[in-house]
């Protein structure tokens, strides 16, 4: 598989690895994704596993220069690829997103709202302005997104997936605004999923939740967390290992595959046992 990855301590390289099986060849062929969020992270290792699968990808974010580059490398590999850039915030983006992918590649079969924020800071120290960021960027634009994503695969199907995490599942000290978001991701994921089944609309909506994997924006929050924080939650996951991009990224490529023609509204964990 071709995907691409920050590597960690080098925030601003995009590295470009191979890991190829053919595990997934084919499965999304014919298809058009949009994946926010998806210049660095998860967002540009679903990116890469989703071209790999047959899609074409079209990859959002607002770090302009890392998004170009790895829709480069992507099409420099093979695969339709482009960047666009999008501010996820915006409702009248999300409108000319959608264009975008109507009048270059025919409309939109797969959405993946995977952009997001986390801004640590105790229930007694977090800022309101801080937790309105938080709310906009992480809930605000996924409920923006996946409207837009219904109102335009009612009629021709297709599958979202709304990127939640393990802790819109159980909470953690140092991060109330990101928990009670990702919360409502969990369960806007939900109402979404009954809205287009009773519609009798050929949509799926399916919530992905990872559990920690060594990402920028975990990397980018350590500093304001205890130093013993990576530790201790390590300790906390029975497999003993942080998670992999291409873990999850394997697993946004089956919910948006036709392997779960029988899932909706579900929300499947990538965490080690953590939870367990």
Known sequence: MRAATIQPGDPGRIAIFVEWRGWHAGKLEGRVALITGAARGIGTAIAGALAEAGAAVILSDLREEEGRSTASALATAGHRSLFVRQDTTSETRWDEIIGIAEQTLGGLDILVNNAGIVIPGSIEDQSFEDWRKTMAVNLDAVFLGTRAGVRHMKARGGAIINVSSIEG??????????????????????SAALHCARSGYPI???????????TPLV???????????????????PMGRFGELREIARTAVFLASDDASYMTGSELVVDGGYLA
Do not use: E, Q, W
Request: glycine share 12%; aromatic share 8%; charged share 15%.
């Open 219 to 237: 990397l980018d929050a350590l500093p304001a967390l205890p130093a013993d924080f990576g530790d201790r939650t390590l300790a906390r996951i």
């Open 169 to 190: 599942i159980v909470g953690n000290p140092y991060v109330p605004a990101y928990n009670a978001s990702k919360g409502g991701v969990r369960l806007l994921t939900k």
């Open 204 to 214: 799926r909506v399916n919530g992905l939740h990872p559990g920690y994997v060594a």
